[in-house]
């Protein structure tokens, strides 16, 4: 505004020399020029202003305009944590405080029900909201917490903010059933997002409470789930128990769905984070409710100045509204379109159990090297102990990881695919839950990524004297234009190469730079 106030002032000193020089009808004519191109400066400001001001109304139509940030897409790499009163009895998965309720021996061979009778007794005595005085959390050290995640290599990272058992981990005014006010007594949300921050890492918190509706027994008058003096924990009653799968039948009322949105409000108004992540079953969320979350999220993060993302399961929000997630499960190939895998470092389990089958390091690597050469980021799940320690298997897995990224960071960290992901012999599982259907990477396999004018090809495994990438044989016209120079990320010494019509060789030096993954840089000219 300062700008065209400065120019309307110029352009009146320049009339009133210009009227002192020309007749009147020559006079007007300037004038009428001059007015136009005011009014066209005009416009375009107006213009300007309005594109930086997007408001998203809760319309599918107006939410899919939200453009994914770069942010997103150059992170790559994020850690999250099942960590709540679930944690306490450590038993099976964090799906413990569901089926504890529930004799599901009888039908699928599930052994909560009778475990939890034997080991803390009957469900009418002893019940979920016993356990909330033994998820202490007395060791829990948000900063150290966070040193450990920036360590690891995450670029973002955060809680579960409330997982399906109804307890939120941030001080809430809508529930007493909160961390601040049972159990640990403290806003765990609030503290991570604090000590989060510090790292220079993105925030995010993570939803799963659209599964309180039936999660408990509330109609069950032989469990402690049927008092009133639990509704809140227990969630708002329903008659009978929808099926345990994404898609709630019968559907949540009108009441728990506008519940559903405040609780998510909240979080937002008090932590802004840059990174809401919801679980499946979002979609039987009533419809108007998710649109209204949305559209309160992405216009609050414009009075916050930052950009955010909101990423969603099959079709709880509309194509292109949000980033698509995929649980425990990956691409196949390249997609036009960023998108997110969510696993755990835990093959069985989201939670903390002491029975935890956690994954290799090895694993872990070439998992996120396998997503970002499909245009994907990887966000990954840790069960912390209710004490507040971190299991040291999964330290030691994180800091692993870490170590290679300090090393090949530069071939994952703010890339994008090639034309191909990659080359070899393993065929990659696509979809939900298809991660433990993929057998382990060969020698053989190889995935790319490219940044500026380098090329880097990954290969996972070490292959000895040489390499031959077969997808740049001779000939092969890159952007980069004709290869310069060839080089072993933690390597400085350029490597000999030569190229035929079966593609690129390389010699490569007598020991491998580091573990599990590397990184050829291919420079060009």
Request: with cysteine; proline share 6%.
């Amino acid at each position: 505004m300062q700008e065209e106030g400065n120019m309307l002032a110029v352009i009146q000193n320049v009339l009133f020399k210009t009227k002192l020089k020309m007749k009147r009808s020559k006079y007007l004519f300037v004038v009428f020029l001059f007015v136009s191109f005011l009014s066209l400066q005009a416009q375009n400001a107006d213009k300007k202003r309005e594109k930086q001001n997007i408001v998203y109304e809760p319309t599918w139509e107006s939410l899919i305009q939200h453009k994914c940030p770069e942010w997103f897409r150059d992170a790559k790499f994020g850690i999250y944590f099942h960590w709540g009163v679930y944690s306490v009895p450590a038993y099976g998965t964090e799906w413990y405080p569901h089926w504890m309720y529930i004799d599901s021996s009888l039908v699928w061979g599930l052994p909560y029900y009778k475990h939890h009778k034997t080991t803390y007794g009957d469900v009418s005595g002893f019940g979920y909201k016993d356990f909330i005085p033994q998820f202490t959390a007395e060791k829990f050290d948000p900063d150290a917490w966070a040193d450990l995640f920036a360590r690891a290599g995450a670029r973002f990272a955060g809680p579960v903010a409330e997982h399906a058992d109804g307890f939120a981990m941030w001080d809430s005014k809508l529930t007493k059933w909160n961390a601040a006010k049972m159990g640990p007594k403290r806003d765990i949300v609030g503290e991570l997002a604090k000590a989060i921050r510090k790292q220079n890492l993105k925030f995010i918190t993570t939803f799963h409470h659209q599964w309180l509706w039936g999660w408990y027994p509330t109609w069950d008058k032989n469990t402690d789930a049927s008092n009133p003096a639990y509704n809140g924990l227990d969630g708002i009653y329903g008659p009978v128990l929808p099926s345990a799968n994404a898609f709630a039948k019968p559907e949540p009322t009108m009441e728990f769905s506008q519940y559903w949105m405040a609780k998510v409000k909240e979080v937002i108004d008090n932590y802004q984070p840059d990174l809401i992540w919801f679980d499946s079953r979002t979609g039987t969320i009533n419809e108007q409710c998710r649109k209204e979350f949305l559209s309160y999220y992405y216009n609050q993060a414009r009075t916050w100045g930052r950009e955010v993302v909101m990423t969603y399961k099959g079709k709880d929000f509309a194509t292109g509204s949000g980033v698509v997630d995929l649980e425990r499960g990956r691409m196949a190939k390249i997609t036009p379109y960023p998108w997110l895998n969510d696993d755990s470092m835990d093959w069985n389990s989201w939670g903390y159990v002491t029975s935890a089958d956690y994954k290799t390091a090895e694993r872990l690597v070439h998992e996120l090297v396998d997503i970002v050469s499909k245009n994907g980021c990887l966000l990954l799940n840790i069960g912390p102990r209710p004490d507040g320690t971190i299991p040291e298997e999964v330290q030691e897995r994180l800091l692993e990881m870490g170590d290679w990224l300090k090393l090949n960071g530069e071939a994952i960290y703010e890339t994008r695919p090639f034309e191909v992901f990659g080359e070899g012999p393993t065929v990659v599982n696509e979809g939900h839950f298809s991660e433990s259907k993929n057998t382990e990477f060969k020698t053989e396999d190889i995935r790319f990524t490219k940044k500026g004018d380098k090329l880097y090809a990954i290969f996972l495994g070490w292959p000895g004297k040489e390499i031959t990438v077969k997808s740049l044989p001779k000939g092969k016209k890159l952007w980069l234009g004709n290869i310069r120079k060839i080089t072993l990320l933690g390597d400085p010494k350029p490597l000999k190469w030569t190229q035929n019509e079966y593609g690129l060789t390389v010699q490569l030096p007598d020991a491998p730079p580091c573990k599990y993954a590397f990184t050829l840089k291919i420079s060009g000219k």
